[in-house]
């Protein structure tokens, strides 16, 4: 019983089982394709680019923020590298340089909106969200165009046995997991989302640590554009909103509280494969896609009330700022 209890304290462990079993229904269901290094490529693809943004929205989400411009930053980013198409190895680099640097620029703008004149994030990241997507319409009209085919072609095959979307996201996540483990920065991000008042008490320069939470969330946006591109080979200006809302659900199914210092990177990134495999189950067992959000929403709805759960579940509560400090040190 008492493990159960631990396992249920931490929602991205929930989350983990969760997506094996999901996983194990799918294999069934499909056959010896789920298991093929093919079948598992095709999986992994479909889903970097929505564990990206998940992994990006963490980062503001635990300070108690919300990044509603990441849809923009992806949309952004995929039309222009759809119509900016730079050939060869160094072009691909030079790709994905301008567009974290794009992804920063917006989340440094949010940041100092949001840290420094204490507006309301989900206000300003509306704001940068349109604008990011008007841009995106300027840059590219319609869907189409074409992405290099130095972006496409080794970021959607295998280096080896190994699916190169596998090796992406475990270099990118453990990463973001490391900086938010064991950097004073990922520290001061929990501990602004579980006490403002308390973090500054502790020393933490409150406002640079909140605005490199937006940097940090538009660069990895960024990056997920850049992978949203690799995918489907082409751009769409009007990236559709039900990314942005799949992205969040992803975080809160990943055991990622909306109130801020309490959550996982890793969570969130688990969160999308398992709303990607949700996906495909549902694909195999023949329900129609527009009874597939009804699954998901039921799902994130399940997970909150997981994570309500597990809060009541702890022993242990921050009762002041060293407390509150040693806590968010657990929760990379």
Request: with cysteine; hydrophobic share 55%.
């Amino acid at each position: 019983m008492q493990r159960i209890r631990n396992i249920a304290r931490e929602p991205a462990a929930v989350c983990i089982v969760l997506y094996l079993v999901a996983f194990i229904i799918y294999a069934a269901v499909q056959g010896r394709f789920a298991l093929t290094p093919f079948g598992i490529t095709v999986l992994l693809n479909n889903s970097i680019s929505l564990a990206l943004a998940s992994a990006a929205l963490t980062f503001v989400v635990l300070t108690g923020g919300f990044d509603l411009s990441v849809a923009g930053t992806v949309a952004l980013s995929n039309s222009i590298l759809a119509s900016l198409a730079l050939n060869g190895v160094a072009g691909a680099i030079g790709d994905l340089i301008l567009v974290c640097a794009i992804g920063g620029i917006v989340g440094a703008l949010n940041g100092i909106f949001v840290a420094y004149f204490r507006l309301q994030s989900i206000a300003v990241t509306l704001g940068t969200m349109l604008m990011t997507s008007g841009v995106a319409l300027l840059v590219l009209h319609a869907p189409g165009g074409q992405v290099a085919a130095a972006i496409t072609d080794p970021l959607t095959g295998r280096l080896g046995p190994v699916p190169v979307a596998a090796i992406i996201l475990a270099v990118v996540g453990a990463t973001l997991w490391f900086i938010l483990t064991y950097t004073r920065f990922g520290i001061g991000i929990f501990a602004i989302g579980q006490d403002r008042t308390a973090a500054r008490a502790c020393g933490i320069a409150v406002e640079r640590t909140e605005w490199g939470a937006y940097v940090a969330s538009g660069i990895v946006a960024g990056l997920s554009g850049y992978m949203v591109s690799a995918e489907t080979g082409t751009g769409d200006p009007r990236y559709n909103a039900s990314f942005l809302l799949l992205a969040f659900a992803a975080v809160a199914i990943g055991g990622t509280s909306f109130r801020g210092g309490r959550g996982s990177v890793v969570g969130s990134i688990v969160g999308a494969g398992l709303l990607a495999v949700i996906q495909k189950m549902l694909f195999a067992f023949g329900v129609s896609s527009f009874l597939t959000g009804i699954f998901e929403g039921g799902l994130m709805i399940v997970a909150v009330l997981v994570g309500s759960a597990s809060l009541r579940l702890s022993a242990r509560r921050p009762t002041g700022p060293q407390e509150a400090l040693a806590v968010s040190m657990g929760h990379g």
